[in-house]
T-cell receptor, first 121, second 110 residues
Framework: ETGVTQTPRHLVMGMTNKKSLKCEQHLGHNAMYWYKQSAKKPLELMFVYNFKEQTENNSVPSRFSPECPNSSHLFLHLHTLQPEDSALYLC????????????????????FGNGTRLTVT | DAKTTQPPSMDCAEGRAANLPCNHSTISGNEYVYWYRQIHSQGPQYIIHGLKNNETNEMASLIITEDRKSSTLILPHATLRDTAVYYCIVRSDSNYQLIWGAGTKLIIKP
């Protein structure tokens, strides 16, 4: 149990389908992340949310649409995907803040879920 | 953020100490060294991190050289469950990004 739960664990979808991936964290963190892990490639950061506000979008195609309704939940809405989008999609969370009366930002280690294995047919 | 260099694979006998090296010669003064591992079919798991002092927790020890250009992760008594890909990453606190490389595939042999 990592404190970050992702559902579903496996998903097979056609290119015309619409589906959503869900992530929930029980760690009291305020930042949440989506990563993509393709076969034989390093993890790639897709999106970052800090206090429900999107702060990073790493040039991700619009067929991936994130949603963060609160600091504990994160969704990734998928539509008209391509076969090359097949990958392991990982959610992570961390505690991010600013040290009191300083400009120093701290960011706790990321905690990951076990991912959703997505296959696009 | 600085890049890291790790050997692609290593073997270690069960019960022995596993020492995983990492080079980060371009590390900046405010960048931490982080170690994660990823067991097959699971998400990455945080192990330990440090700035310049050596660190130890219940999972591992982290030894950082005085010039901070390299570090070693030590698993003191490796078990079969420690078989995983181990990632060494450097990152500053203000940066969201973790730049992931290919890591070291550590295989623990009975």
């Amino acid at each position: 149990e990592t404190g970050v739960t992702q559902t579903p664990r496996h998903l097979v979808m056609g290119m015309t389908n619409k589906k959503s991936l869900k992530c929930e964290q029980h760690l009291g963190h305020n930042a949440m992340y989506w990563y993509k892990q393709s076969a034989k490639k390093p993890l790639e950061l897709m999106f970052v949310y800090n206090f429900k506000e999107q702060t990073e979008n790493n040039s991700v195609p619009s067929r991936f649409s994130p949603e963060c309704p609160n600091s504990s939940h994160l969704f990734l809405h998928l539509h008209t995907l391509q076969p090359e989008d097949s990958a392991l999609y990982l959610c992570a969370s961390s505690l991010r803040g600013q040290k009191v009366r300083t400009p120093i930002v701290y960011n706790s280690p990321l905690h990951f879920g076990n991912g959703t294995r997505l296959t696009v047919t | 953020d600085a890049k890291t260099t790790q050997p692609p694979s290593m073997d270690c006998a069960e019960g022995r100490a596993a020492n995983l090296p990492c080079n980060h010669s371009t590390i900046s003064g405010n960048e931490y060294v982080y170690w994660y591992r990823q067991i097959h079919s699971q998400g990455p798991q945080y192990i330990i991190h440090g700035l310049k002092n050596n660190e130890t927790n219940e999972m591992a020890s982290l030894i950082i050289t005085e010039d901070r250009k390299s570090s070693t992760l030590i698993l003191p008594h490796a078990t079969l469950r420690d078989t995983a890909v181990y990632y060494c990453i450097v990152r500053s606190d203000s940066n969201y990004q973790l730049i992931w490389g290919a890591g070291t595939k550590l295989i623990i042999k009975p």
